[in-house]
């Protein structure tokens, strides 16, 4: 019996396919930048590429054939990040000028300017309706503003230190922060209230913090080269990455849901980009070719393709598309 089980059990193990491994190119090489880019999102429809830089200016590419679209000038000082809306007519920009900016990407104009945070304004996200902003500062303070006014509705006390990274629920129901504090926040965007605190043992600052697409997990990145998988509801840790350089700059990590395995995406301060399988945690491949630190990496909403930036002497933006067959 035993026997039979144990031959079973080899026959499923040889059954099952081995996980997919992504084989990432350089589809394109961005160049316009004159320093760092600090941040990269691709559009909600997928069309275009938003690159923010220390050089003060947001460019638009096209997605499909890498070419610049446009460059939108305003701030004041360098940007640190950006946020799309849902329609992806409009992007968010978080600036040290200590201002945040709302822009339509078909006219190039700013609609609006957010005053109120007393220092730089380092992290943005729009909640999935689009009417509301968060806004994440070296202030220590979380705001939430109202899109088409551009008042300040809420400000939240949130951290003891600068804040990293902020991020809306994919029902809109709950915002999260980050902080070099070593604390991930959940609040209730109704009340502003604070819901829960997750904590590690060490408390490492945190550079990046995002919800998982089906808003159960938290992934958490820390300034001790690790990611950490966070449980929403019971706040457990249920997943660790690691093998990557995070030790100085917030880098940012984000998740690929469009091949059959599924991978966190992380940006790196050995000038790679790494990506592990989700479930797994080993490393499945390492994407070469900057030639200084990527803090800025995102994922295609509906392709396997990657965007990445480095920093100061890259100053590019790369492309990167999977041509593993599958």
């Not at 899109?147 to 300040?152: L, M, R, S």
Request: aromatic share 8%; with cysteine; glycine share 6%.
């Amino acid at each position: 019996h035993t026997f039979e089980s144990a031959r079973l059990k080899l026959s499923m193990a040889a059954a099952s396919p081995k996980p997919r491994k992504p084989n990432f190119v350089t589809k394109f090489i961005l160049k316009g930048h004159s320093k760092a880019v600090s941040a990269v999102k691709f559009s909600p429809d997928g069309k275009w590429v938003a690159s923010a830089s220390g050089d003060k200016t947001i460019k638009l590419w096209h997605y499909e054939d890498g070419k610049l679209e446009t460059t939108l000038e305003g701030h004041a000082q360098g940007i640190s990040d950006l946020a799309w809306s849902s329609d992806s007519r409009y992007l968010a920009s978080a600036s040290d000028d200590t201002t945040a900016k709302i822009w339509d990407i078909q006219t190039g104009r700013c609609l609006k300017t957010l005053k109120g945070h007393t220092n730089y304004v380092f992290c943005v996200n729009f909640n999935p309706q689009s009417n509301l902003l968060v806004s994440g500062s070296f202030d220590e303070r979380v705001r939430l503003w109202d899109v088409k006014t551009g008042k300040c509705l809420r400000i939240l006390p949130a951290h003891s230190d600068p804040v990293s990274a902020v991020d809306f629920s994919r029902d809109g129901t709950l915002i999260l922060s980050g902080s070099y504090d070593g604390l991930v926040r959940i609040w209730d965007t109704a009340t502003g209230q604070c819901l829960k605190t997750l904590i590690d043992d060490d408390n490492p600052p945190l550079s990046h913090v995002r919800f998982s697409p089906n808003g159960k997990f938290i992934l958490a990145c820390t300034l001790d080269s690790t990611i950490r998988l966070w449980t929403r509801d019971s706040g457990r840790c249920a997943r660790t990455y690691r093998g990557h350089v995070n030790e100085k700059f917030c880098v940012s990590a984000c998740f690929s849901t469009n091949s059959p395995t599924q991978y966190v995406v992380c940006g790196s301060e050995d000038n790679c980009v790494y990506l592990w399988d989700l479930q797994s945690k080993e490393i499945v491949q390492k994407l070469t070719g900057h030639t200084d630190v990527v803090v800025a990496v995102a994922c295609h909403p509906t392709e396997n393709a990657i965007a990445s930036g480095g920093l100061g002497s890259d100053c590019t933006v790369r492309i990167w598309k999977d041509v593993a067959r599958a």
